[in-house]
């Protein structure tokens, strides 16, 4: 397990750079966090360690945001509005996780039996001085 602590959005960001270096083709990360935590300012770091340029946002409404102007293209799913896995599958986007990119879920507890067992998690949590601390389930 992995912790960061973080106390601006700037070192939150800053960290998801640093990961982006390590993570190879295929990576699939699962974030978990409550609303404001930090989950979008990770993907804009990692985002930004592959080079990719340009607005970050969470794909809510869209559920799925491609970027492919990076070393690696980058997936980020949100999946608060799926219902179940078959609805995911409909979907079409299984293949993008088992692709050549960097998957970024959101929510990603929803399709856990659909996602590879080398999934790398990070959990943000907001603690009551406004810090962030950042959890990862493996170090890579």
């Known amino acids: 397990m992995v912790t960061?602590?973080?106390t601006r959005p700037e070192d939150t960001e800053n960290w998801g750079r640093i990961l982006s270096e390590k993570?190879?083709?295929g990576a699939v990360i699962g974030l978990?966090?409550?609303l404001g935590a930090g989950k979008s300012v990770v993907t804009r770091g990692i985002a930004r360690g592959l080079?990719?340029?340009g607005p970050i946002t969470s794909p809510t409404y869209t559920l799925i945001s491609e970027y492919h102007q990076g070393r690696l293209?980058?997936?980020h799913m949100d999946l608060y509005r799926i219902e179940d896995p078959e609805?995911?599958?409909l979907l079409g986007a299984q293949e993008l996780i088992y692709g050549?990119?960097?998957c970024i879920i959101e929510w990603y507890q929803l399709i856990e039996d659909l996602l590879p067992?080398?999934?790398i998690i990070i959990d943000l949590q907001i603690e009551q001085d406004g810090s962030r601390t950042i959890r990862m389930n493996k170090d890579l």
């Open 100 to 102: 050549q990119g960097i």
């Open 87 to 89: 609805e995911f599958e």
């Open 51 to 53: 080079g990719i340029e």
């Open 32 to 34: 978990t966090g409550s």
């Open 117 to 119: 067992e080398d999934l």
């Open 4 to 6: 960061f602590h973080s």
């Open 73 to 75: 293209s980058l997936y």
């Open 23 to 25: 993570l190879t083709a």
